[in-house]
T-cell receptor, first 117, second 111 residues
Framework: NAGVTQTPKFQVLKTGQSMTLQCAQD?????MSWYRQDPGMGLRLIHY???????DQGEVPNGYNVSRSTTEDFPLRLLSAAPSQTSVYFC????????????????FGNGTRLTVT | DAKTTQPPSMDCAEGRAANLPCNHS???????VYWYRQIHSQGPQYIIH???NNETNEMASLIITEDRKSSTLILPHATLRDTAVYYC????????????FGTGTQLKVEL
């Protein structure tokens, strides 16, 4: 049971390049999400998904695309990287409990450190 | 989700109890209080959660005041490995898990 796996661990891009950050979980979690973390700030939600085929925007979605074709995978795409997207990106997953006020604990990956020059 | 307020930093001697406060004065009746921590460079890790009653697990204890406007996370015997940023989150969802992480409390455990 690997939990939440993010690849790559580190990436350097030039402005305008595109890339996909990969996230996979093997816990059969319905809910998956992407956060970014910048120095001195908390984690900010980019996009999230409550199940295969369903995605929605979080707090800071601009410049990022996601898709959820399987339960296991939730890739984050940067179509045209900008220096403002230099950050550490975390993927997280959990069980989804509809119509409940309880949140199943989030499981996080160890992050992808992205630098855009 | 209700806003939470935490001190930016705290120190604790190794072996002593670390008591991390959190204020959530606007919490609604069915919002849970969650605590996560983030050890340097790693992804956040779930610690504990509660609604009204005090909770304890193998990692920590959570004390929630009777009016639910504040809570305290207690690490009973802090070690150097507990040095981390601790996040207190008040959240209610209807099937998602869109937790809002603030800047948390940087706990430094020292010899």
């Amino acid at each position: 049971n690997a939990g939440v796996t993010q690849t790559p661990k580190f990436q350097v891009l030039k402005t305008g390049q595109s890339m996909t950050l990969q996230c996979a979980q093997d816990m059969n979690h319905e809910y998956m999400s992407w956060y970014r973390q910048d120095p001195g700030m908390g984690l900010r939600l980019i996009h999230y998904s409550v199940g295969a085929g369903i995605t929605d925007q979080g707090e800071v979605p601009n410049g990022y695309n996601v898709s959820r074709s399987t339960t296991e995978d939730f890739p984050l795409r940067l179509l045209s990287a900008a220096p403002s997207q230099t950050s550490v990106y975390f993927c997280a997953s959990s069980y989804s409990i509809p119509r409940s006020s309880y949140n199943s604990p989030l499981h996080f990956g160890n992050g992808t450190r992205l630098t855009v020059t | 989700d209700a806003k939470t307020t935490q001190p930016p930093s705290m120190d604790c001697a190794e072996g002593r109890a670390a008591n991390l406060p959190c204020n959530h004065s606007t919490i609604s009746g069915n919002e849970y209080v969650y605590w996560y921590r983030q050890i340097h460079s790693q992804g956040p890790q779930y610690i504990i959660h509660g609604l009204k009653n005090n909770e304890t697990n193998e990692m920590a204890s959570l004390i929630i005041t009777e009016d639910r406007k504040s809570s305290t996370l207690i690490l009973p015997h802090a070690t150097l490995r507990d040095t981390a940023v601790y996040y207190c989150i008040a959240a209610l969802t209807g099937g998602g898990n869109k937790l809002t992480f603030g800047t948390g409390t940087q706990l430094k455990v020292e010899l």
